[in-house]
């Protein structure tokens, strides 16, 4: 009985302890060395080709370095494609064309072709992959964003100006509507008029 006692108070008075280191590298330490995962990774097929793409870190930003990694296999027999890979960059922009800037032209890897990257402003762009295979040419266009995202991206953009429109055409058919009641008043006030000098 006596220990139960000893045990409680023993437990009721111990300081709380608080660890003070934790194994692994900080999140302020990751680069695009790293072994974090990847923002997107994306497979898709073009053509003879079996294609999966990466982007390191997780969350691009301005200023700190990036990495792309793409895998190109044969659909066919699953050969891993062994030329080079010209990486370029634009802007994505909806209207009007965006100059491509070519970022570098990579030999495979252990059949990964690695691009490095560092974009200076935040904003949406679009990597394109090229090669060229049996006298072939293969461009694989993927999107890339840099920093946060926008506030309003194109969807609420095109949202807020339809709404902007069927407002305006409201005011416009009350406008209209309203001169017409004036109008209908006038010209029933011109009549009971004429019909009381008639009278």
């Known amino acids: 009985m006596m220990n139960k006692y000893f045990l409680f108070l023993f437990i009721l008075f111990t300081l709380p302890v608080h660890a003070h280191?934790?194994?692994?590298?900080?999140?302020?330490?990751?680069?695009?060395?790293?072994?974090?995962?990847?923002s997107m990774q994306v497979?898709?097929?073009i053509g003879n080709y079996f294609v999966t793409y990466m982007i390191f870190p997780a969350f691009p930003k301005a200023g700190e370095r990036g990495r792309v990694n793409l895998y190109a296999t044969r659909i066919d027999n699953g050969e891993a494609y062994n030329g080079e890979v010209t990486f370029s960059v634009r802007?994505?922009?909806?209207?009007?064309?965006?100059?491509?800037?070519?970022?570098?032209?990579q030999p495979p890897d252990d059949s990964v072709f690695r691009q490095g990257f560092e974009f200076s402003n935040n904003g949406d762009y679009i990597i394109t992959a090229s090669f060229t295979a049996n006298n072939e040419?293969?461009?694989?266009?993927?999107?890339?964003?840099?920093?946060?995202?926008?506030a309003?991206?194109?969807i609420g953009i095109a949202v807020a100006a339809i709404v902007v429109i069927l407002v305006g055409v409201n005011l416009v058919q009350r406008k209209r509507l309203l001169r017409s009641k004036i109008?209908?008043?006038?010209?029933?006030?011109?009549?009971?008029?004429?019909s009381n000098k008639s009278s």
Do not use: C, M
């Open 183 to 194: 109008l209908n008043a006038h010209e029933e006030t011109q009549t009971n008029n004429v």
């Open 21 to 38: 280191h934790v194994l692994g590298r900080p999140a302020y330490s990751l680069n695009e060395d790293s072994n974090t995962p990847p």
């Open 152 to 154: 309003i991206g194109p």
């Open 91 to 105: 802007d994505d922009v909806y209207f009007g064309g965006a100059e491509a800037e070519v970022l570098g032209t």
């Open 137 to 150: 040419p293969y461009n694989i266009d993927f999107p890339l964003r840099i920093g946060p995202p926008a």
């Open 43 to 45: 497979e898709t097929q």
